[in-house]
């Protein structure tokens, strides 16, 4: 069973909020990754880190930043959230190339 | 990132078996992976090839691939209501970076 985490599983909050949406995982995996995932199912990679200090942007522009301070914590943050960001966000750690493993997510609603 | 396609909706009686479809575009994809995704939940893993196989077996789950034509499938055996989800084929490309095909919902008709 994978060992990744992230909170919180739903967030409803207001326009022009900083929010930071966290994952952890206890896997030791050095590569980290942050997946957008539309209403229609469809999954665009947004970030994405080889280890610690190390971020790049994904095939998806995104207005979020991440940071990668320890190996275990890759937070993802939304300086000031607007509706269009409403969307589900899932984070995955990955070792080798045996597959990637996923949190349950973060359903995110900006009103 | 790399295209990858599937058809969007299949509906399979229990206990009938059911193949889902994919085509990756990246011919030196080493390894492609299917996921699971159940309602409100994250994606799971639940099996991948080799690039230099054909056919793996895993219980109720066979992956076959055609390298030729870069076309992946996943047949269930014996399908159960508990399968009804949404299923992900995804390659490797770049470092590690899996892109996915846009998922089929699957519905298992009791």
């Known amino acids: 069973e994978a060992d990744i985490y992230q909170t919180p599983r739903y967030l409803v909050i207001g326009t022009g909020k900083k929010i930071t949406l966290e994952c952890s995982q206890t896997?030791?995996?050095?590569?980290m990754y942050w997946y957008q995932q539309d209403p229609g199912m469809e999954l665009h990679l947004i970030h994405y880190s080889y280890g610690v200090n190390s971020t790049e942007k994904g095939d998806l522009s995104s207005e979020s930043t991440v940071s990668r301070i320890r190996t275990e914590h890759f937070p993802l943050t939304l300086e000031s959230a607007r509706p269009s960001h409403t969307s589900q966000y899932l984070c995955?750690?990955?070792?080798?190339?045996?597959?990637?493993?996923f949190g349950q997510g973060t359903r995110l609603t900006v009103v | 990132g790399e295209d990858v396609e599937q058809s969007l909706f299949l509906s399979v009686r229990e206990g009938d078996s059911s193949v889902i479809n994919c085509t990756y575009t990246d011919s030196s994809s080493t390894y492609l992976y299917w996921y699971k995704q159940e309602p409100g939940a994250g994606l799971q893993l639940l099996t991948y090839?080799?690039?230099?196989?054909d056919m793996k077996q895993d219980q109720r789950l066979t992956v076959l691939l055609n390298k030729k034509d870069k076309h992946l499938s996943l047949r269930i055996a014996d399908t159960q209501t508990g399968d009804s989800a949404i299923y992900f084929c995804a390659e490797i490309y770049g470092n590690n970076r899996l892109a996915f095909g846009k998922g089929i919902q699957v519905v298992v008709i009791p």
């Open positions: 090839i080799f690039s230099n196989m």
């Open positions: 896997m030791g995996h050095d590569k």
């Open positions: 995955a750690s990955s070792e080798g190339q045996a597959g990637a493993f």
